[in-house]
C-alpha cells in the first residue's frame, strides 16, 4: 500500500512568519510531487510541482525535494492570513501513467 | 474556459436511492479522475480514464460505475446509495501522458440517509 503522510495540523503561523510542511511518501520510484492549496469547502488548487532534488521557487512558495529520504517539503514565506488552509502533499505513481496518491493533509492557520 | 464543471453541487439520497454525479472539462484534456474526500483521509481515488474509451478502477472502487461518454465528459454512478457513500465528489482532469498535473472541479457533496 502506497502511503503518503503530512502532519495534519493545525499549524499555527504568526503572520509574517515561514510555515513549513512536511510530507513523507513510500513509493521509492516516484518522480513527481505536487503541492495542492484547499480552502474549506473548496475545491484543490495546484500551487507547486517539482520533479528533481533540490528546491524550486514560486513567489512565497518553496518546495524541498530529497527522494533519496523520500522526502518533499513546502515552505510559505511571509505567511499571510490568505494562506491559511489546508495543503495536500500528492506524489505520481510510478505504476500508473498519471495517477496521484495524496495525503490527508496539514491545516494552516495563520494568525494576525 | 470553465476548467472543470461538475453538477450536481449538492444532494440528498436515501439509501437505496441511485444517481449520477456528471463531469465535464473544456481543457481538451485526456484523462480524467473521480474522487472522494472524507475528513481526515485525504482524497481517495475512485475510478479514473486515462483516455477516452477507457476506465480502470481506482482505490475505492465498490459501489460506483463511471461512464466516459466522449472527450470532454466523465461521469459516476451510484446504483444503490448507501450512508457510507456520504462524501464530497470531486472530478479532475489531466493532460495525459505524464504530466500529472491535474485540475480539479469544485465538487459535489452528497448526503445519503
Known amino acids: 500500500q502506497k502511503e503518503v503522510e503530512q502532519n495534519s495540523g493545525p499549524l499555527s503561523v504568526p503572520e509574517g512568519a515561514i510555515a513549513s510542511l512536511n510530507c513523507t511518501y513510500s513509493?521509492?520510484?516516484?518522480?513527481?510531487f505536487f503541492w495542492y492549496r484547499q480552502y474549506s469547502g473548496k475545491s484543490p488548487e495546484l500551487i507547486m510541482f517539482i520533479y528533481s532534488n533540490g528546491d524550486k521557487e514560486d513567489g512565497r512558495f518553496t518546495a524541498q525535494l530529497n527522494k533519496a529520504s523520500q522526502y518533499v517539503s513546502l515552505l510559505i514565506r511571509d505567511s499571510q492570513p490568505s494562506d491559511s488552509a489546508t495543503y495536500l502533499c500528492?506524489?505520481?505513481?510510478?505504476?500508473?501513467?498519471?495517477?496521484?496518491?495524496f495525503g490527508a493533509g496539514t491545516q494552516v492557520v495563520v494568525t494576525p | 474556459n470553465a476548467g472543470v464543471t461538475q453538477t450536481p453541487k449538492f444532494q440528498v439520497l436515501k439509501t437505496g436511492q441511485s444517481m449520477t454525479l456528471q463531469c465535464a472539462q473544456d481543457?481538451?484534456?485526456?484523462?480524467m479522475y473521480w474522487y472522494r474526500q472524507d475528513p481526515g483521509m485525504g482524497l481517495r481515488l475512485i475510478y479514473y480514464?486515462?483516455?477516452?474509451?477507457?476506465?480502470d478502477k481506482g482505490e475505492v472502487p465498490n459501489g460506483y460505475n463511471v461512464s466516459r461518454l466522449n472527450k470532454r465528459e466523465f461521469s459516476l454512478r451510484l446504483e444503490s446509495a448507501a450512508p457510507s457513500q456520504t462524501s464530497v465528489y470531486f472530478c479532475a482532469s489531466e493532460v495525459g501522458g505524464g504530466g500529472q498535473t491535474q485540475y480539479f472541479g469544485p465538487g459535489t457533496r452528497l448526503l445519503v440517509l
Open positions: 513509493d521509492r520510484g516516484s518522480q513527481s
Open positions: 500528492a506524489v505520481g505513481e510510478t505504476d500508473s501513467w498519471g495517477k496521484l496518491q
Open positions: 480514464s486515462a483516455s477516452e474509451g477507457t476506465t
Open positions: 481543457m481538451n484534456h485526456n484523462s
